[in-house]
C-alpha cells in the first residue's frame, strides 16, 4: 500500500486486511492474511519485524495450543531487529507483549 507524495511503502494491503480481521475477533482470518504479507514483503527487516508483531498478537488472541510458545518466538525476533534497526516504538510494543505471553 502506497500513501501520500512523495510516495511512502505502508506494507502489503493484507496486512492492514489482517488487522481488521483480528479487530473483528477473526485471529485465524488475520493468521491468514498476515502470511501472506511475509511472502510478499520477502525479507524487507522493517516489514518484517512489524508482521512478526501483528502474528503474535494474532496468536494471543487465538490462545490455542501451543500459540503462546510460537507468538513469544515471534516477538523475540521482532524485538531484536527492531532494536537492530532503531525502530524503538515498536521494540517497546514487542517489549509489552511478551510480558502477556503465557
Do not use: C, Y
Not at 498476515?34 to 502474528?55: C, E, H, N, T, Y
Amino acid at each position: 500500500m502506497l500513501a501520500g507524495w512523495p510516495a511512502v511503502l505502508m506494507g502489503p494491503a493484507a496486512r492492514f486486511t489482517g488487522t481488521l480481521a483480528l479487530q473483528a475477533g477473526e485471529p485465524d482470518e488475520a493468521l491468514r492474511l498476515f502470511g501472506k504479507s511475509v511472502k510478499i514483503v520477502g525479507a524487507a527487516p522493517a516489514q518484517l519485524a512489524r508482521l512478526r508483531v501483528d502474528q503474535a498478537r494474532a496468536l494471543l488472541a487465538r490462545s490455542a495450543h501451543g500459540d503462546g510458545a510460537e507468538a513469544g518466538g515471534l516477538l523475540r525476533r521482532a524485538l531484536s531487529s527492531a532494536e537492530n534497526l532503531g525502530m524503538a516504538r515498536l521494540a517497546g510494543e514487542a517489549r509489552a507483549l511478551l510480558t502477556t505471553v503465557p
